[in-house]
């Protein structure tokens, strides 16, 4: 069945997709800039990922069989925009609860850029983040509409996307390879204000 064309839906499926959106925008940013940026911050999110199947796996409920069980009734609920994709080899985390790896890449994507922000005080990323945060709340909205997860599911994914991009970034900006690689924290040497010695500058006193 397709989708009705109105403000809404398309919304909604932005916010569906927005992963997708998301990951591309920020590699081809980082190859057209020629750094390593995205490819950094893809790894990180790898790791997060990894680790938030780990969870997820870990939190399941487990039959006799030592297996996790699907939750029936949650699956029927589901709607049509839970997922788009299906992958052949994540098939095994699909009846599976806690935590929501959508929620979990949001608040991964949100908090790895704006710990840029807390560094720089040109804040010159604040209209990037600001959109980021824009879809995570939609697609929270949109999941929650769909049934796609809980409350509680949404949440344990916001806890653990945080701290995995808080200490990833961490070991990034302090460790290796250091502030360069990272979002917002390096201000480039040819975007540097110069004063030209020949020219006469004129500066003007305001008072409070």
């Given at each position: 069945m397709a989708i009705s064309l109105d403000p809404k839906n398309l919304i909604f499926?932005?916010?569906?997709?927005s992963p997708i959106i998301i990951i591309s925008f920020i590699v081809l940013n980082s190859l057209s800039n020629g750094n390593m940026k995205g490819i950094i911050y893809l790894f990180c999110l790898l790791i997060s990922?990894?680790?938030?199947?780990?969870?997820?796996?870990?939190?399941?409920?487990k039959g006799k069989d030592g297996k996790c069980m699907s939750n029936e009734s949650k699956l029927f609920?589901?709607?049509?925009?839970?997922?788009?994709?299906?992958?052949?080899?994540?098939n095994e985390f699909d009846n599976m609860s806690a935590p929501s790896m959508r929620a979990l890449f949001h608040m991964f994507t949100f908090t790895y850029f704006a710990m840029?922000?807390?560094?720089?005080?040109?804040k010159e990323g604040m209209i990037f983040c600001s959109f980021l945060l824009f879809l995570m709340i939609i697609d929270l909205e949109l999941r929650r509409r769909q049934k796609c997860d809980t409350i509680i599911d949404s949440v344990y994914g916001y806890i653990l996307g945080f701290l995995s991009a808080f200490f990833l970034w961490g070991a990034v900006y302090f460790g290796f390879p250091g502030p360069k690689y990272t979002y917002y924290?390096?201000?480039?040497?040819?975007?540097?204000?110069?004063l030209n010695n020949d020219e006469i500058v004129q500066w003007k006193c305001t008072y409070d």
């Open positions: 499926f932005l916010a569906a997709i990922v990894s680790v938030g199947l780990l969870a997820k796996k870990t939190m399941c409920a609920a589901k709607g049509p925009l839970c997922s788009i994709f299906q992958s052949p080899w994540l840029g922000l807390t560094v720089n005080p040109i924290t390096h201000i480039d040497s040819g975007k540097k204000c110069r």
